[in-house]
């Protein structure tokens, strides 16, 4: 959505995306760029009739809808140990080192994941233009998986033929690497990987198969998910060589520190609001960080929600009583207690 003329309001963009899951929307999420909105002048503004003030407000709305990507300390950290692997790996006959990405809710891993891809993909880009190879595949994990169901999610990405139940879990893992050492893949992206408890029966099964992959595959595998040291990923010899194999990040809350005042100003940076005095939620850093717990996918959120709020009810600012109003994920929401406490927010 952009607006590049002011005299020129364009229509929103109403263009169904793939997932990232496919081919399709992972080659849209990399080669896509950042949203890009200039406001008007506040005259002509004002000046607009009702069909084309709504029509501009709605681009906005849609502008503000995009998760803003921040470049954190730890998104800087992931990118740089991802590309690490690959180059560590790039000669690698053996068992290749991989990278696990492990923190809480809303601490920004799938952002991380996906950008780490994004980075690695455009390189390969620059230096094979016009290549048709792919080099990223980003997929999740089957909830209660199988064996079968992992390899329909390397096919489901990929855009592979309809496999019916005649085509066993050896033919479609068979015919996934092929297309993947075709296509010169050498980045795998396996995000929710804390669906894949190894303390269980199908756990074992999953991860069995995942390292026929890993085994198969010339491309280093990064993971994403949940608290994964204790959601059950490294139980047992299966376990214990995954952790051998593999080196850790976490993610965690930001603290209140220079960095975090960053993140604020980063995102009020991208505000598109008419009336909305700069500064205000840099002020308002410490009162952030409280109400988000340092989470960066709250703070965007909450950011994101008082902007298309400010368009909304037409006050096109954000104020501390206006982010009070908004409600986000009740992880930030709840003191010890289990309980909201928007008083507390106010008065904190």
Known sequence: MVVNDPGTVLEPDGERKDPSTTLAGWRHFVDADPAVFELLPHRQWQS???????TYDEVRIS?????????TSTVKDIAHQGRLLTLLNQ?????????????????GKTTALKQLGRLHELRVQQRYPNSRRIPVVYITAPP?????????EFARFLGLPIITARHNTTDVTSAV????????????????????NLATTSGEELSDHLKYFTEHLPATFVYAGINVEHSGLFTGIRGSQLAGRCVLIRTGPFPLTSEWRSLVAGLEATLRLHWH?????VR??????????????SLSHLIRAAAITAILDGSERITRSALAAIRIDHSSESTDDGQASPLHWETG
């Open 48 to 54: 607009l009739e009702p069909p084309l003030r709504a």
């Open 177 to 196: 690497c092929q297309v993947l050492i075709e296509a010169r893949t050498d980045m795998v992206l396996v995000d929710e990987i804390h669906l894949m």
């Open 284 to 297: 308002l850093s410490k009162y952030l960080h409280q109400r988000t717990g340092g989470m960066i996918g």
């Open 144 to 152: 209660r998986g199988s064996p079968r169901k992992l390899a329909m």
């Open 91 to 107: 000669r690698e006959h053996g068992a290749r080192r991989g990278l696990i990405v492990s923190g809480q809710w809303t601490t």
């Open 277 to 281: 005095e700069e500064g205000t939620l």
């Open 63 to 71: 502008y503000h809808s995009e998760l803003q990507v921040v470049r």
